[in-house]
């Protein structure tokens, strides 16, 4: 009979446990400031495509996907190009990734930095190797810059009617079915 009562406290302290986690990451997710962060450092082994690279840190491999902007596709037009400057700036160099998220890939979703202080991530708008993601941007300064790199015709922004890549996978979504 205690053991009925004892185990019937324990569950009813994990419920209410576990139902104050819920709350309080519910009432954490309305503020886009209260974020968990974490930090990264270690050296880049692989560069996938124009915003997401592997960063190897205590001998494992981490996917990284690169905050507020998003690349051409490999296949799409600028896609190879966009991928090769970013590995021109980061390929076997060490960085500095910070994040506050996982995506449902399991990628962190970071900035990363190299050793001299640049941001990968703002670098890629600034040439023209990426599109700001607008669904997903947080850095209220990257507009501006992705409107000054189209203004200069810089990277994709050469072509007469650039597909974002976002529309460009819809697409091929769409014509697979």
């Known amino acids: ?11 009813s302290t994990r419920y209410a446990g576990n139902l104050l986690l819920c709350a ?13 962060a974490g930090e990264i450092q270690g050296k880049v082994i692989r ?45 076997a160099q060490p960085v500095t990734v910070t994040y506050t998220q996982t995506d449902r890939y399991g990628r962190a979703i970071g900035h990363v930095f190299t050793t001299n202080g640049i941001e990968a991530n ?7 190797g ?15 810059i992705q409107n000054e790199a189209r203004e200069q015709r810089r990277g994709l922004w050469a072509d007469s009617e650039p597909v974002p890549p976002w529309e460009w996978r819809r697409y091929k979504k769409k014509i697979s079915n």
């Open 1 to 11: 009979m205690t053991t009925g009562i004892i185990d019937s406290r324990i569950a």
């Open 122 to 128: 703002r670098y890629m708008v600034q040439i023209g």
């Open 24 to 36: 309080v990451l519910a009432i954490a997710s309305l503020f886009p400031d209260f974020s968990i």
């Open 47 to 91: 560069v996938l495509d124009g915003d997401t690279i592997e960063v190897l840190q205590d001998k494992k491999p981490v996917r990284i996907r690169l905050a507020n902007i998003d690349a051409p596709e490999k296949k799409q037009a600028f896609g190879r190009w966009s991928t090769n400057q970013l590995k021109s700036l980061i390929a």
């Open 130 to 144: 990426a599109w700001v993601y607008d669904r997903y941007n947080s850095d209220t300064s990257l507009p501006a």
